[in-house]
């Protein structure tokens, strides 16, 4: 039998996998990141092309900070690695009936914090985005957030990492963790190749409760449905004319011309639940009819563009939509990062640096209370 020993063993090489693989290989430890198909494949939630970086959390203060806290990072992989996967193009947050809570919430939470949102009128959104109709106000955030090409940011994490002497094992399929004494002690692979390690750091995304079946918190895979969609007149939807964008109380978000020519527009509702095995690039008539609706209504400049790709992406909900970053209970040298319920993208370099932390000195100076497996984890209708 074959046994490879390391000083942290990490499964899944999702955004977060690949980041704590980063990290920890950086800081000079003896890393493996296992993962069962490739470094965000089809069915992985960091795949395809681009995620929006947005800085609103409704008012909390705690995401708003992580999120900037993860945009240096970001910025300073881009830098070292000679690469412009972010993009600060700024965002711009919509409504269509006033006074919708959560979007002055957050407006409200980013002055708190020092950031100038620019509020526009029903009026100031025609002149400065025409492309838009029937939305009755929001705001702009100037050069602060944007969007990040996620597929190659996190293959190229993965990438680094092996540069830095991580070993990275692509088809490693790990289908049995072997415990003792209240630790895991090592685990194994489809292919029966098995790896022992000082800590193992669960990055399952929606296959955690796979691996982890006991986790108090649940992580319940969720379809969410993206289409990219090729406008007549790309121009008009470029950045700088035009930012991510989010239709708050539609739920519906989008990303300016980034892929083939395409603009993104993606239902952001929480969907039913979904095999992450399933196939996903098949036909959704219900998700096609939904999204041509809000483009009649909300883009319609869009609502006769070809839809050039479609797909069924899966979110890992937690009930309160929060993350789950904590120790497995009973298990003392095992940590899982999961949950991400459709926001998570953004954070990923910096949770994989926070994993990294808590694998090699147990610790890390952000505050984790809320992501915590003992916390009350109530449902919500509605995620950040
Ligand atoms: C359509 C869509 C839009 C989104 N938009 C945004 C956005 O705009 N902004 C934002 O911040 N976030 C967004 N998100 C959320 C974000 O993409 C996710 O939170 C994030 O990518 C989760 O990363 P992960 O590493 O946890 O999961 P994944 O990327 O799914 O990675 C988990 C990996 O673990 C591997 N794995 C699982 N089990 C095993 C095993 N037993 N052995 C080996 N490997 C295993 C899997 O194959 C997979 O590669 C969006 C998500 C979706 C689906």
């Not at 240096?72 to 711009?92: A, H, M, N, P, V």
């Not at 109709?133 to 190229?156: K, L, Q, W």
């Not at 120790?327 to 095992?334: E, I, K």
């Not at 992501?371 to 950040?384: I, K, N, P």
């Amino acid at each position: 039998m074959v046994v490879d020993v390391y000083d942290v063993v990490v499964v899944g090489a999702g955004v977060m996998g690949s980041a704590t693989a980063y990290w920890l290989s950086r800081a000079g430890k003896r890393v493996a990141l296992l993962e069962q198909f490739s470094p965000a494949h089809v069915r992985a939630s960091s795949a395809d092309e681009s995620r929006t970086i947005r800085y609103q959390y409704r008012g909390q203060a705690a995401y708003t900070r992580m999120v900037a806290g993860a945009v240096k990072l970001w910025k300073e992989f881009d830098r070292r690695s000679g690469t412009d996967f972010y993009r600060e193009t700024g965002t711009i947050t919509l409504q269509t009936r006033p006074d919708f809570e959560p979007l002055l919430d957050g407006y409200q939470g980013l002055c708190d914090l020092g950031y100038e949102p620019r509020w526009l009128d029903a009026q100031d959104v025609r002149r400065e985005f025409p492309q838009f109709a029937n939305v009755d106000s929001g705001y702009i955030m100037e050069g602060v957030g944007g969007y990040i090409a996620a597929g190659p940011a996190t293959r190229a994490l993965a990438e680094a990492a092996a540069e830095q002497g991580a070993d990275v094992f692509t088809d490693a399929e790990v289908v049995e963790l072997r415990e003792s004494g209240g630790r895991v002690t090592s685990v194994t692979t489809r292919d029966g190749r098995t790896f022992e390690g000082g800590v193992f750091v669960a990055t399952a995304g929606p296959w955690t409760a796979r691996l982890l079946p006991d986790l108090p918190v649940r992580v319940q895979p969720t379809a969410a449905r993206l289409h990219y969609l090729r406008p007549e007149n790309p121009a008009a939807y470029e950045s700088p004319r035009l930012t991510p964008f989010s239709v708050m109380d539609t739920q519906f978000y989008g990303i300016p011309v980034h892929w083939r020519g395409c603009v993104k527009v993606a239902d952001d509702m929480i969907g039913e639940p979904f095999d992450p095995d399933r196939d996903r690039e098949h036909e959704d008539p219900g998700a096609l009819a939904k999204l041509r609706d809000f483009l009649g209504r909300h883009m319609p400049g869009l609502r006769d563009a070809e839809v050039v790709y479609s797909k069924t992406c899966t979110y890992s909900m937690t009930p309160d939509s929060d993350f789950i970053i904590d120790r497995v209970p009973n298990l003392d040298n095992a940590l899982v990062a999961a949950g991400f319920s459709g926001h998570g993208f953004k954070f990923g370099i910096l949770i994989g640096q926070i994993m990294a932390d808590l694998a090699t000195c147990g610790r890390t100076g952000w505050d984790l209370s809320r992501f915590r497996l003992d916390r009350e984890a109530s449902a919500v209708s509605q995620h950040w």
